[in-house]
């Protein structure tokens, strides 16, 4: 996976290797960016050298088997390059991607030129993105959830699993949307009133180990929710902000 430094622990790099550990795959973390972070907000981040992480994906991919690619924070579009220039000399890799802009505290992520990048050129090539509801509304340019996903995958998306887990009600309604006639639906009970730190990236991670050990992407989103639904319930109060889901859980597979 390719993401960001949260130095509080709670999202990023951290949430996705917990993640995909818990789920039974092995990850293979390439950072993409460091943050001032807590569990309240983004307070700055700079992205590391899209150079270093060429060398580190050509050097993975000479030693080890490459399943499943998630991504979340990219820092920066030469980033963005780096990854797209890896899958067009390795195609057939799905790569789930978490469309990383703002942190809930409304902290920035990226920049017009990295949002730019990601729609032109990585998520033609991303099996799956899933953007919460802000995001797909700036994404997709349109208040209208629906008519977002639609305007996403004419301009080249596979599949838009829209999230709502920043959306209220007694239930999170997540909503894939792909070339079928109509979009898929799962309810998951929604645990407390608040929003949690790192639930995005602990999702699109365990969709991405899901992937990685052979499930299709339909049950690799029913088992990444489950397992999202039991970190949420035993979620850890680390700072003073959001709570964090207890991504070690043990999880019987």
Request: net charge negative; aromatic share 4%.
């Amino acid at each position: 996976m390719l993401s960001g430094l949260d130095p509080s622990g709670g999202a990023g790099i951290q949430a996705d290797i917990q993640a995909i550990t818990s789920l039974g795959a092995h990850p293979l973390p390439v950072l993409t960016c460091l943050t001032v972070q807590d569990t309240r907000n983004v307070y700055g981040a700079e992205a590391v050298n899209a150079d270093l992480i060429r060398q580190q994906l050509a050097c993975l991919t000479e030693d080890t088997p490459i399943h499943a690619i998630k991504t979340g924070a990219l820092g920066n579009a030469a980033v963005v390059d780096a990854l797209v220039e890896f899958l067009e000399s390795h195609p057939g890799i799905p790569v789930i991607t978490d469309p990383v802009i703002k942190a809930a505290g409304g902290g920035d992520l990226a920049d017009e030129e990295l949002v730019a990048a990601m729609k032109e050129k990585l998520f033609p090539k991303a099996e799956m993105i899933t953007p919460n509801g802000v995001e797909l509304a700036l994404l997709g340019g349109s208040d209208d959830l629906d008519q977002a996903a639609r305007n996403l995958m004419e301009a080249g998306c596979e599949s838009v699993l829209a999230t709502g887990g920043h959306g209220t009600g007694v239930h999170i309604i997540n909503t894939l949307y792909n070339h079928a006639p109509e979009p898929m639906t799962w309810e998951v009970e929604r645990i407390g009133e608040n929003e949690y730190h790192g639930t995005g990236c602990t999702l699109a991670a365990a969709i991405a180990a899901g992937r990685a050990m052979g499930l299709s992407p339909r049950a690799a989103i029913a088992q990444a929710q489950n397992y999202v639904h039991r970190a949420l319930l035993h979620a850890l109060t680390v700072g003073k902000g959001q709570r964090v889901p207890d991504r070690g859980i043990l999880w019987e597979r």
